[in-house]
């Protein structure tokens, strides 16, 4: 007999409010700034280089991020990058900690649907300040029963916090627009894994959708979330 499902846990970052979007027109003016001294696809690419050799050192978030654009700055001008580049790339980053909460669409309709039938969790990842600041400002605290921002989303992480929750894997679904984060470990761990795309993908967040798996579903929108955990229900 498959196990009730007791938990539902959603990623924060493009899943209940927009994110990817301010790093991407951050982006955009670290290549304005720059662009004096390399191509757009040279800068895009040294950028990226630089954010994956670095997660391991400053983890996920906004910090890491400016730290990297800074390093990527240094390295495309041999040195030589202005000061006031500098400046503008740490207050770009100032910028995107203090920007509002822009909650995507259906979330709260959807969250508070779902709090009375089943305990609901936040799992995010990125800056533990950044990410309290978000769910305290987003107005959605109250509805969920934990918020767990983790360093990094693996299995044995969600294993963790699963079980810190009272719930057994197989209970448990985990919803976000990230496949290789929010869907792929806790398939691993034979929970239910549910994918809703954003229009907007950071590139180390990209992995393929599993061929085939019982526990996994795609959902256009969040406000589908409901209807397929009652159904999950019975």
Not at 4 to 23: G, K, P, S
Not at 51 to 68: A, P, T
Not at 87 to 104: N, Q, S
Not at 203 to 213: C, F, K, N, V, Y
Request: charge should be negative; include cysteine.
């Amino acid at each position: 007999m498959t196990p009730a499902l007791t938990t539902i846990a959603f990623d924060a970052d493009d899943t209940l409010w927009h994110n990817e979007t301010f790093f991407r027109l951050t982006q955009e003016r670290f290549a304005a700034l720059l662009a004096d001294y390399a191509p757009r696809d040279d800068l895009d690419a040294r950028l990226l280089a630089a954010e994956r050799r670095n997660l391991g050192h400053y983890g996920f978030g906004i910090k890491g991020f400016v730290l990297s654009m800074i390093e990527t700055a240094i390295d495309i001008t041999d040195e030589k990058v202005p000061a006031r580049v500098i400046r503008e790339l740490v207050d770009a980053g100032r910028d995107m900690l203090e920007h509002p909460i822009d909650l995507l669409p259906e979330v709260e309709d959807t969250l508070r649907a779902l709090s009375g039938d089943f305990r609901l969790l936040i799992i995010t990842k990125g800056d533990l300040l950044d990410q309290e600041r978000k769910v305290a400002q987003s107005g959605l605290g109250d509805l969920f029963d934990g918020v767990e921002i983790v360093s990094d989303k693996t299995a044995s992480a969600y294993d963790g916090i699963f079980a810190r929750h009272g719930t057994r894997a197989a209970q448990a679904m985990m919803v976000g627009n990230s496949m290789k984060s929010d869907v792929l470990p806790v398939l691993e761990l034979g929970a239910w894994g549910v994918h809703v795309p954003h229009g907007v993908t950071w590139e180390l967040e990209r992995a393929a959708a599993p061929d085939s798996h019982p526990r996994f579903h795609q959902v256009d929108s969040l406000g589908q979330v409901m209807p397929l955990a009652r159904r999950l229900c019975g």
